[in-house]
């Protein structure tokens, strides 16, 4: 058994979208739209097989907090690139292009070396080996 998919519904899926492609090497299928429900939707496909699906619809509201509050529910995506040195320049290139680091890079308590910074749409995505 696996994940097949996760999904995340956003405010913007084609500025979602550029990001996971850009930064993650994500490929989206073709957008899917309903009409009928006002509804949207790419997949995105990662190196890895893993599949993200991206939805947006106009009834459906961001309830997100603060980024630095915690909630209950899904937490974040956890990125693996594979070195201390990918996770580095990662994080280096999503600061130097604006998004917001909320820690590391750093080896934490239970052995992870990882960053964590926000997407566009203020998702946090662990950035680890």
């Not at 750093?106 to 960053?115: H, Q």
């Amino acid at each position: 058994m696996k994940i097949e998919h996760v999904a995340i519904w956003s405010q913007d899926i084609e500025t979602l979208k550029s990001f996971y492609e850009k930064y993650f090497y994500a490929k989206a299928s073709s957008k899917y739209i309903n009409e009928k429900k006002g509804f949207q939707s790419y997949f995105l496909t990662f190196m890895s097989g893993a599949r993200l699906e991206l939805m947006q619809r106009p009834d459906v509201m961001n309830q997100k907090g603060k980024s630095s509050q915690e909630y209950t529910g899904y937490v974040h995506l956890a990125m693996s690139l594979g070195s201390e040195e990918a996770v580095d320049e990662l994080t280096q290139q999503l600061v130097d292009d604006g998004y917001k680091r909320i820690s590391g890079p750093r080896c934490t308590g239970d052995g992870y070396y990882e960053s964590v910074v926000l997407d566009p749409e203020d998702n946090l995505i662990e950035i680890t080996i």
